[in-house]
């Protein structure tokens, strides 16, 4: 996840399935369920990202304090 963000090109846009995609890539995920995608620019609250996002300082930055993210075995 933070590979996916950091190589974003400033200024580029945030594609929600390309996001998916990269994380289905890595090798050991065999699946994925993303519920929720929220982001946020500065202290504002956090907002759903639809189909893309445009980060208003030109470039993101995952916020791991704030994040849920859970991995499960797949068996």
């Known amino acids: 996840i933070n590979n996916f963000v950091q190589n ?5 846009r945030m594609n929600r399935q390309r996001f998916i ?9 065999k699946d994925l369920e993303l519920i929720d995608l929220d982001a946020r620019y500065g202290t504002l609250d ?10 208003f300082a030109g470039h993101m930055v995952l916020q791991e304090e704030d994040s849920n993210i859970s991995y499960e075995s797949y068996v």
């Open 8 to 12: 974003i090109p400033f200024n580029a």
């Open 21 to 29: 995609d990269a994380i289905q890539k890595v090798k050991g995920v």
């Open 46 to 55: 956090y907002a759903p990202v639809g189909r893309e996002y445009i980060p």
